[in-house]
């Protein structure tokens, strides 16, 4: 094992093949990330910030679920103290948290943007890394369009609710003077959020209004998804994503349906029989929506969300309270598959798992649907939110290769809300090269470094733009 200093040019690379696969095949390629939360408003009015606590601590539920832990009260997280006292107490933070991946994510940006790698942050060095962050935030080059360009970004799809008026996306397609591709992705989950029947219904009364379809039943309401749908494709929409706790592919009935529809609208709440029916026709509706109109379909399986009511009622969702499910997965995912399946309406599809223990499940899962009509047509999606670290993606690979084909793997996604997140993009890839370098030193895959140079380009960028048909260059 090579021995180097912390986040030098060979962090995570601990063979001499692996060193040589990323700085020959990785480090220079460019980035197609077709998940993440990025906002099409801020990247339209090309958006800048004044200091670091703006641009990493905003809205980072990352950083603020470590801030309580290590006894940072809230108003340091979501309250309303100053950017600086903020920023402070992160910079207190961080030194606690070695083996945790914020510990490297945090340095890999002051290094990859800032150019802060001579110093780590911690209590002793915040003041002068607040200063150094502030200056180097005032130049031209770092708002919202030049962090993108200088991560060599080229397509970027974010997440968006069928409600969306996309008026951004359209704004950014007609500005030839900014080169990133920005793509809507169609994010349904509201249409899906049955558990409140009164901000369920004012949903859809938004949806009716947006579709001009008058919402009146369950066939009226498939009929707004399904306009929204087609505007989503007018706005070059190709892909879709669904946030489930698990699957939903639940027998049911046309007059089951309508019925469960009907009460919704009435305002009254479903029992768990009928919100599964209504949950597996909604699936089942929009899957068959992608396939005919040849979108990819991405789930994400496994969050439990706002574990806490308290925190939920203060400072509102995705600040920091969801973590783990463990509900059954394996059962209804095949069912729904194959629903769709039978009827000759499956989609290329991405599965992404939250709870490492499914695994298993997700690799093995995709040869049950695989059929022959596109390489790799069903994915074992890239290692999730708290996947997303170095164990999470290494496991994730190791099932996806020893029971699916590694060659085909569409690669990594931000999932993120941060344009600093692309280093992760860099993170995957020393963490992929240290993997086949490490086979390669040890005589389990040939010592090919221009074959295996290759697999490392394809998985880093080739096979999402083959997979999703995007007008890009290869690179090679």
């Given at each position: 094992m090579l021995r180097q200093p912390f986040l030098d040019q060979d962090f995570l690379l601990e063979t001499s093949q692996a060193?040589?696969?990323y700085h020959e095949y990785a480090e220079n390629l460019p980035i197609v990330d077709y998940h993440c939360h990025l906002s099409p408003e801020e990247i339209a009015?090309?958006?800048?910030?004044?200091?670091?606590?703006?641009i990493w601590l905003y809205g980072d539920h990352y950083k603020w679920r470590a801030m309580r832990t290590a006894g940072v009260a809230e108003e340091y997280c979501t309250g309303s103290v100053s950017d600086w006292e903020k920023f402070e107490k992160w910079a207190a933070v961080l030194p606690m948290l070695l083996r945790n991946p914020l510990y490297h994510w945090t340095h890999l940006e002051l290094r990859r943007y800032f150019g802060i790698g001579d110093l780590l942050l911690g209590p002793d060095t915040a003041r002068q890394i607040w200063?150094?962050?502030r200056e180097k935030l005032a130049e031209a080059g770092m708002s919202?369009?030049?962090?993108?360009?200088s991560s060599r970004v080229r397509l970027l799809c974010t997440t968006d609710d069928p409600t969306d008026t996309l008026e951004h996306h359209a704004a950014l397609r007609a500005d030839s003077a900014f080169d990133v591709q920005v793509l809507p992705a169609w994010r349904p989950d509201r249409g899906m959020a049955v558990e409140d029947p009164a901000a369920f219904n004012a949903w859809v009364d938004l949806l009716g209004e947006r579709a001009d379809v008058d919402v009146s039943d369950f066939g009226s309401y498939v009929d707004a998804l399904r306009r929204r749908h087609d505007f989503f494709q007018e706005q070059g929409c190709c892909l879709s994503d669904h946030g489930l706790e698990t699957a939903y592919a639940d027998d049911y009935t046309e007059p089951e349906v309508r019925a469960a529809f009907a009460k919704l609208r009435s305002g009254r709440a479903l029992n768990e029989e009928e919100k599964g029916k209504f949950l597996s026709a909604m699936l089942y509706e929009f899957g068959v929506m992608d396939y005919e109109k040849s979108w990819v379909q991405q789930y994400h399986f496994g969050a439990m969300r706002d574990n806490n009511t308290r925190r939920l009622r203060a400072?509102?969702?995705?600040?920091?309270?969801?973590?783990?499910?463990?509900?059954?997965?394996?059962a209804p995912l095949s069912r729904m598959l194959d629903r769709l399946d039978r009827a000759g309406k499956l989609t290329r599809t991405i599965l992404y798992n939250l709870?490492?223990?499914?695994?298993?499940v997700m690799a093995s899962m995709l040869g049950n649907f695989q059929d022959g009509s596109v390489p790799?047509?069903?994915?074992?999606?890239?290692a999730w939110w708290v996947l997303d670290q170095k164990d999470g993606m290494e496991r994730q690979m190791e099932a996806l290769s020893q029971m699916g084909v590694l060659r085909l793997f569409v690669g990594m996604v931000t999932d993120s809300r941060s344009f600093l997140s692309y280093t992760r993009h860099e993170y995957f890839r020393r963490i992929l090269c240290n993997l086949l370098g490490r086979d390669m030193a040890q005589g389990l895959i040939p010592d090919d470094p221009d074959w295996v140079g290759e697999v490392v380009r394809d998985l880093s960028y080739n096979n999402a733009v083959r997979y999703f048909g995007l007008d890009l260059p290869p690179a090679g």
């Open positions: 060193v040589h696969l009015a090309d958006k800048r910030w004044e200091n670091l606590t703006q200063e150094r962050g919202c369009r030049g962090l993108l360009r400072v509102g969702p995705n600040t920091g309270f969801d973590s783990v499910g463990d509900r059954p997965v394996a709870n490492p223990r499914d695994n298993a790799g047509k069903m994915q074992y999606g890239a």
